[in-house]
């Protein structure tokens, strides 16, 4: 799913910044809108249909708390937010979260976990509101119950349903057996091979046939969802960190 392109909102009165942070996510693939001011943020945000936006918290104007409880409260759908700040103290972050922000990034922050932070944002967001859910080759549609890979249609037993449907919806973390029980199970006692026996009869027919398992076993822990399309080599590029070797370096006050 780390293939796809985004649509950010970027709210931020350091122009270093702001193009640190377009250089990256545009040579990635993303769009970006920028603002300066709080106010046109908010602006922007109410008229664009954003896959999210990520908000600085000390803007002109109007501050991004107060950008993000005005969107909250006016916008007539749910907009991920991501906000940056140099502010890194628990009631800063407590009043963020309150004011609706969605996640937390402190200053000075890595590009690529700007990025990783918005995909897990947006992603978490359409499994929360989407039937159909997506996977490189594997489609879900929670709706109708129904699996597809490489566009086939898959016969699964409810539980091996389940247990894909869970999996899914944890992406991209792994999912330890006793969570993966408790869910399917709550507190009932189950035979100690009744999941092994489960992930076997699914595997059978959402890996064998195809060319890559996506059913991953990590020994000693539990179980992942792998999605050969994200596996990727990135470099870590850093926003005002104090690495000069072959990045532009932004310059972070650490009292805004």
Avoid at 23 to 50: C, I, P, S, W
Avoid at 221 to 240: A, D, H, M, R
Avoid at 247 to 252: E, F, K, M
Wanted: glycine share 4%.
């Amino acid at each position: 799913m780390n293939n796809q392109s985004l649509y950010i909102l970027v709210v931020e009165d350091q122009q270093s910044i702001a193009e640190n942070i377009a250089n990256y996510m545009e040579a990635k693939g993303h769009v970006l809108d920028f603002a300066e001011r709080g106010d046109q943020g908010l602006t922007l945000a109410l008229t664009n249909h954003y896959d999210l936006v990520i908000l600085d918290l000390n803007l002109p104007v109007m501050d991004g708390l107060e950008v993000c409880k005005q969107l909250r409260e006016q916008a007539n759908h749910h907009v991920p937010i991501i906000m940056l700040t140099a502010r890194d103290s628990i009631d800063d972050k407590i009043s963020g979260f309150t004011t609706g922000a969605d996640d937390y990034l402190t200053k000075p922050f890595s590009l690529e976990e700007l990025e990783v932070r918005c995909f897990a944002l947006s992603r978490r967001h359409l499994l929360q509101t989407s039937d159909i859910l997506t996977f490189d080759q594997l489609i879900i549609d929670r709706k109708k119950q129904q699996v597809v890979r490489a566009g086939m249609p898959l016969e699964l037993h409810s539980m091996g349903y389940r247990i894909l449907l869970i999996l899914a919806q944890e992406y991209p973390q792994v999912v330890s057996r006793s969570k993966l029980s408790q869910k399917l199970w709550g507190d009932e006692p189950t035979e100690s091979d009744a999941l092994r026996s489960h992930i076997y009869q699914l595997r059978n027919s959402l890996d064998k046939p195809f060319e890559y398992p996506m059913i991953k076993t990590m020994h000693g822990i539990g179980f992942l969802l792998n999605v050969e399309s994200n596996v990727e080599k990135t470099t870590q590029s850093n926003v005002g960190s104090d690495d000069k070797s072959d990045i532009n370096i932004l310059d972070v006050n650490n009292d805004e």
